[in-house]
């Protein structure tokens, strides 16, 4: 599954930042902590923006080619924002069999973007994903934290509109 690079624009923080340099001046001595510093700058970003990316490696003395194929090549990093309530979808095989399509598709028109998107508030973010391990309870919704199994399109908005309002 290829990752959706954010094109929102970078919105850090002044505090933000500190807390990434103090991250990574504790830690550029060595340079195989470069993944837990990224682990640590998503934490503190909630993702890996171009400028988070570029502030780890010049802050650390590595390429931008190996802070961005890391970021990459793990499923942990995300290179575009989430909203505040992440919807992903399974489209693994036995939640695809059983009508995740269409509950994507649903989600799609009720939060008015497409997958790999997020709303102007940036309340939601839509994602797909592949199996979250809940095959019995297949097709999933997970919304933050909180799955849905056995999922029909009729239920979408009823359960999307929970969260439109928190």
Do not use: W
């Not at 807390?19 to 934490?43: F, G, P, R, T, Y």
């Not at 080619?65 to 989430?82: C, D, H, I, N, P």
């Not at 509950?103 to 979250?132: H, P, W, Y």
């Amino acid at each position: 599954m290829k990752k959706k690079i954010s094109t929102l624009p970078f919105r850090g923080t002044p505090e933000q930042e500190a807390e990434l340099k103090a991250v990574i001046d504790a830690n550029k001595q060595d340079k195989s902590s470069l993944m837990a510093v990224m682990q640590q700058a998503q934490d503190i970003y909630g993702y890996l923006p171009f400028e988070v990316q570029n502030m780890i490696a010049e802050g650390m003395d590595v390429p931008l080619e190996k802070v961005f194929g890391v970021a990459t090549f793990y499923s942990q990093f995300a290179l575009s924002q989430k909203g505040k309530h992440h919807v992903s979808v399974c489209l693994g095989t036995a939640c695809y069999v059983k009508g995740s399509g269409k509950i994507m598709e649903k989600l799609e028109e009720v939060i008015g973007i497409e997958q790999g998107g997020i709303t102007n508030d940036l309340r939601f973010s839509l994602d797909a994903t592949r199996c979250v391990g809940a095959c019995g309870l297949a097709p999933v919704m997970i919304v933050g934290e909180d799955v849905y199994g056995r999922m029909e399109p009729s239920m979408v908005e009823s359960i999307i509109a929970k969260y439109r309002n928190d």
